[in-house]
């Protein structure tokens, strides 16, 4: 069972193949992400923009900051689990089980 495809929704685990692909590499680029992933180009850059906006709230972080310092910092499986801990699906699973 792919328990990101029952707990996340597409945008949600799209965001996090493009973090993964991102700290991957120093440098891939959206535009490496758009071609091998076969999205529209203007569906990356809203993926990144929003990725960036969760990284924000997951480190708490307000003003600006370097997008790519803060990709670079922040740990997936934290963010991973700071993205799943917001879903219901999640919610009530853990409910269920405690």
């Known amino acids: ?9 597409t945008n949600e685990m799209q965001k996090l ?3 993964a692909f ?6 891939n680029t959206l535009s490496h992400f758009y071609l091998i992933n076969e999205l529209g180009y ?14 924000k709230e997951c480190n708490n972080v307000s003003g600006t900051i370097d997008a790519d310092k803060l990709l670079s910092e922040t740990n997936f ?11 219901i699906t999640y919610k009530m699973l853990l409910s269920i089980l405690l």
């Open 1 to 9: 069972m792919n328990i990101n495809a029952e707990i996340l929704t």
């Open 17 to 19: 193949q493009l973090m």
């Open 22 to 27: 991102l700290q991957e590499k120093t440098d």
């Open 42 to 55: 203007n569906k990356v850059l809203h993926l990144y923009h929003k990725l960036v906006e969760d990284l």
């Open 77 to 87: 499986d934290d963010f991973r689990a700071d993205q799943y801990q917001q879903q």
